[in-house]
């Protein structure tokens, strides 16, 4: 409203004898004084639009919505009954108007909405597929900040991911439920704007029925037994993407640890699962110390691992604590399984901390998460170890080029594909190749520090590696990013067949 009335008064001096501004006065009608110019209480946001419903992503142009910023989600929910996933819930969000918005979208599927309010007033809302549409009573005035309180039941609806063929968002499973959003299904449990280029943190306030717990992202903040059912409070400490929001109920076997640097670790097993299953996370402490050496500073407060007794086949790196499918741990493989250990907390900084500004650079996240991998064996083994994972790395995408497509053009509707991960790691070792040791570990802190907690392309990372190595690497990441077939590593005697 300020700046409305700043404007029509500079309007006012400026504009005596020369031109309407705007549409209200007329040349020829002399002005009176400036204090005649009553801004109508009607008028303010008088151009206001409606905020786009999607934020321009080049893979998923409807994800997330415009105009609006959302500083922080408070998630209340109750689980009323375990098997069916049937949630009374509360989602508050904090945001800032980024421009006049007469109306405004949230992503949000399925349930059935009691009450919606904005600044405390009841606000009209229509709903498509996942667009939430809210028109509040007044229209919000870009640079203020405004609070969304919607209250809503039911159960999850049952989602395929548009980006691979599994179930995601809220999952129901036999005797709890888990949740991984990647890159879409946060909207199947809270109102959102879904998408990663709106980071914000996060307090989830979950009551469940005894005997079961909640595991999700952040700290525990606060565990309340109410008789029958129990009350947990989780903050995130540092913003985050909504597709790495989490909320498991199970019941828990918790093991806690410190890194040697002081990082505390959690690690959820689902109770029925056997001790073995803690052998591969024994060394996270280990893995959180050496990329904190190696990129930076380990990004966030706290970390761990859940681990769910339902086969998903799939891990996710949701912030602070990553879930693994059963199916993901391989009992007779330690060592195996300890690299998607390492991919999964390596995700920490990219991916979580460093997040895509667009899903088709997912490569970002996979590619750099593989390399990890690769790192972690050199780590442990040394560099021939690592030059013999690159070798069969290599050999796989020659030998099935089909699954491997080209890292910098997964299919939208594949976004998972091979490529991202085994061609994306192999960028990042032909760069080393290319740039020498040196600058190698230079470009990722570098990168990294740039970007904590915001967003990047790969125009972002390519500039950071020209900047270090002193090189044009167009060419380069031409090559290794978009060509249909992997180009060679003559210096390893690797070359396409
Ligand atoms: N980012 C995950 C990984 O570490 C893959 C997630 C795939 N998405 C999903 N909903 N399963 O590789
Ligand atoms: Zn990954």
């Given at each position: 409203m300020k700046n409305k009335i700043q404007i029509i008064l500079a309007c006012a001096f400026i504009g005596f004898a020369i031109l309407a501004c705007g549409q209200s006065s007329s040349p020829s009608v002399p002005p009176a004084a400036v204090t005649a110019v009553i801004v109508p209480e009607e008028a303010v946001g008088a151009e206001a639009e409606a905020g786009s419903?999607?934020?321009?992503?080049?893979?998923?142009?409807?994800?997330?919505?415009?105009?609006?910023?959302?500083?922080?989600?408070?998630?209340?929910?109750?689980?009323?009954?375990?098997?069916?996933?049937?949630l009374t819930a509360i989602t508050t969000i904090a945001a800032n108007a980024t421009q006049d918005l007469l109306s405004f979208n949230l992503d949000f599927i399925g349930f059935e909405i009691s009450t919606l309010t904005v600044n405390d007033a009841p606000a009209d809302f229509s709903r498509k597929e996942q667009e939430l549409t809210v028109t509040p009573l007044k229209p919000l005035v870009a640079g203020q900040p405004f609070t969304v309180v919607v209250q809503y039941s039911g159960s999850p609806d049952e989602m395929q991911s548009v980006a691979l063929p599994v179930s995601t968002g809220w999952v129901t499973v036999d005797g709890g439920s888990f949740v991984m959003s990647e890159p879409d299904g946060s909207a199947n449990f809270y109102p959102v704007n879904d998408h990663p280029l709106d980071k914000a943190?996060?307090?989830?306030?979950?009551?469940?029925?005894?005997?079961?717990?909640?595991?999700a992202n952040g700290a525990l903040i606060e565990?309340?037994?109410?008789?029958?059912?129990?009350?947990?409070?989780?903050?995130t400490r540092d913003p985050m993407a909504s597709y790495l929001a989490t909320i498991n109920i199970d019941e828990f076997d918790i093991e806690t640890m410190t890194s040697d640097n002081g990082i505390p670790i959690r690690?959820?097993?689902?109770?029925?699962l056997p001790k073995e299953v803690r052998k591969p996370f024994a060394r996270q402490g280990e893995m959180l110390d050496y990329f904190s050496e190696i990129y930076g500073a380990y990004p966030f407060d706290v970390y761990g691992s859940m681990v769910m007794n339902t086969e998903f086949d799939s891990a996710l790196e949701n912030q602070t604590l990553s879930i693994y499918g059963i199916d993901m741990i391989d009992y007779e493989d330690v060592a195996g399984t300890e690299l998607t250990v390492a991919h999964e907390l390596s995700h920490q900084w990219f991916g979580?901390?460093?997040?895509?500004?667009?899903?088709?650079?997912?490569?970002?996240?996979?590619?750099?998460?593989?390399?990890?991998?690769?790192?972690?064996?050199?780590?442990?083994?040394?560099?021939?170890?690592?030059?013999?994972?690159?070798?069969?790395?290599?050999?796989?995408?020659?030998?099935?080029?089909?699954?491997?497509?080209?890292?910098?053009?997964?299919?939208a509707d594949d976004l998972f594909n091979g490529g991202v991960y085994v061609r994306g790691g192999l960028t990042l070792h032909a760069l080393r190749l290319e740039v020498g040791d040196q600058a190698f570990f230079e470009i990722l802190p570098v990168y990294f520090e740039r970007y904590q907690n915001g967003n990047v392309s790969t125009e972002d990372f390519i500039a950071v590696a020209e900047e270090i190595s002193g090189k044009d690497l167009t060419e380069f990441f031409d090559n290794w990013l978009y060509n249909e077939t992997i180009p060679p590593i003559s210096a390893m005697g690797l070359g396409v067949e």
């Open positions: 419903a999607g934020l321009g992503d080049s893979y998923y142009p409807g994800f997330g919505n415009g105009g609006y910023d959302v500083t922080h989600y408070t998630l209340d929910i109750t689980v009323n009954d375990v098997a069916t996933s049937d943190t996060y307090t989830f306030r979950v009551t469940v029925p005894h005997p079961l717990e909640v595991a565990a309340l037994d109410n008789g029958d059912t129990s009350t947990f409070t989780f903050e690690n959820y097993y689902s109770s029925e979580d901390s460093v997040s895509v500004a667009d899903w088709s650079d997912i490569w970002l996240n996979e590619g750099f998460a593989t390399y990890s991998e690769g790192l972690w064996i050199e780590h442990l083994d040394g560099r021939e170890a690592l030059d013999e994972w690159v070798k069969s790395q290599y050999r796989d995408v020659v030998n099935y080029p089909q699954y491997y497509a080209a890292p910098g053009n997964p299919p």
